[in-house]
T-cell receptor
Framework: NAGVTQTPKFRILKIGQSMTLQCTQD?????MYWYRQDPGMGLKLIYY???????DKGEVPNGYNVSRSTTEDFPLRLELAAPSQTSVYFC????????????FGEGSWLTVV | GQNIDQPTEMTATEGAIVQINCTYQ??????LFWYQQHAGEAPTFLSY????GLEEKGRFSSFLSRSKGYSYLLLKELQMKDSASYLC???????????FGAGTILRVKS
């Protein structure tokens, strides 16, 4: 049971570089989310998607982009990385239904230097 | 917008009972979730409340009062492995977004 898979797990970026965090889920969930978690803090919603072809901004979208061309994949793009983007990134998904919990990937640790 | 408040840290003794409170102000409400997160790991689901009252699941219980914008997570018979961060999260009125509080770090001492 793969669940939600994120890659890479660890990455060091230089200021100004770009990269894509990959996320894929094999549970046929229609909702997918990207969160970031700074040390000692809760999770902040970056972007979310309610289905293929539909994305929307969360609480902290600046500096990021997403796409949802398939049900399974929800990549997060960082353009022009900045030290403020140093964080742990979690991808998550859930099935339709208000009571359905979201399932998290294992996280991606990103450091921008 | 949504605002979710939890105590930053709590300490309790092994075998005891601890209550972690969460208050929220939201423009809409479609359920409240509690998650447990151990250091360096992803959050894992503990409980879900959408109606007022108490939901019990083994050593863990969660209570919700929608009129007061208030929830608590009750942990009984504390074990050392319960040392973790506990996150309160509220689903918005449209049912699309799940917004998290900053979390409460619980330390269980022997």
């Amino acid at each position: 049971n793969a669940g939600v898979t994120q890659t890479p797990k660890f990455r060091i970026l230089k200021i100004g570089q770009s990269m894509t965090l990959q996320c894929t889920q094999d549970m046929n969930h229609n909702y997918m989310y990207w969160y970031r978690q700074d040390p000692g803090m809760g999770l902040k919603l970056i972007y979310y998607s309610v289905g293929a072809g539909i994305t929307d901004k969360g609480e902290v979208p600046n500096g990021y982009n997403v796409s949802r061309s398939t049900t399974e994949d929800f990549p997060l793009r960082l353009e022009l990385a900045a030290p403020s983007q140093t964080s742990v990134y979690f991808c998550a998904s859930r099935y339709t239904g208000a009571g359905n919990t979201i399932y998290f990937g294992e996280g991606s640790w990103l450091t921008v230097v | 917008g949504q605002n979710i408040d939890q105590p930053t840290e709590m300490t309790a003794t092994e075998g005891a009972i601890v209550q972690i409170n969460c208050t929220y102000q939201t423009s809409g409400f479609n359920g409240l979730f509690w998650y447990q997160q151990h250091a360096g790991e992803a959050p894992t689901f503990l409980s879900y409340n959408v109606l007022d009252g108490l939901e019990e699941k083994g050593r863990f219980s969660s209570f919700l009062s929608r009129s007061k914008g208030y929830s608590y997570l009750l942990l009984k018979e504390l074990q050392m492995k319960d040392s973790a961060s506990y996150l309160c999260a509220v689903r918005d009125g449209y049912g699309n977004k799940l917004v998290f509080g900053a979390g409460t770090i619980l330390r269980v001492k022997s």
